[in-house]
């Protein structure tokens, strides 16, 4: 059975995954906003997934780590505006999170082909 951190968290390779501003923007931006430690909670609504996942991710300048899920790989990007485009991947599992970030929380889908699951994320600075 996949945990659902594994699949929202894991969507983005869950230990150390990249935030990046999209591409084609040719002006300097910060993503240092999105800078500190983040309780996430995972929720399955389709699938055999874990029902509810608790788990914790660190943002400092734009890089991501999952103290949760530390051998996960993620890959994708958090633009200026906040949206959320990420893939985790773990021991043959993937997970594609979706959602959008601001200051202090996020929020979004998250889907697992691999494990035939889906739900809802939310993250929450802390402190």
Known sequence: MMR???AAVLGASIAAFSLAAR????????LSHYDGTYSIKITTSEGPCEKSYRGSVTITDGQV?????PGASVSGLIEEDGTVSLSFRENGQIANVGGKMWARQGRGPWSSPTAECG?????????
């Open 4 to 6: 659902p951190a594994f």
């Open 119 to 127: 739900g809802w994320w939310y993250a929450e600075r802390q402190g």
């Open 65 to 69: 780590s999952a103290s949760s899920e």
């Open 23 to 30: 591409a084609a923007d040719t002006k300097p931006i910060s």
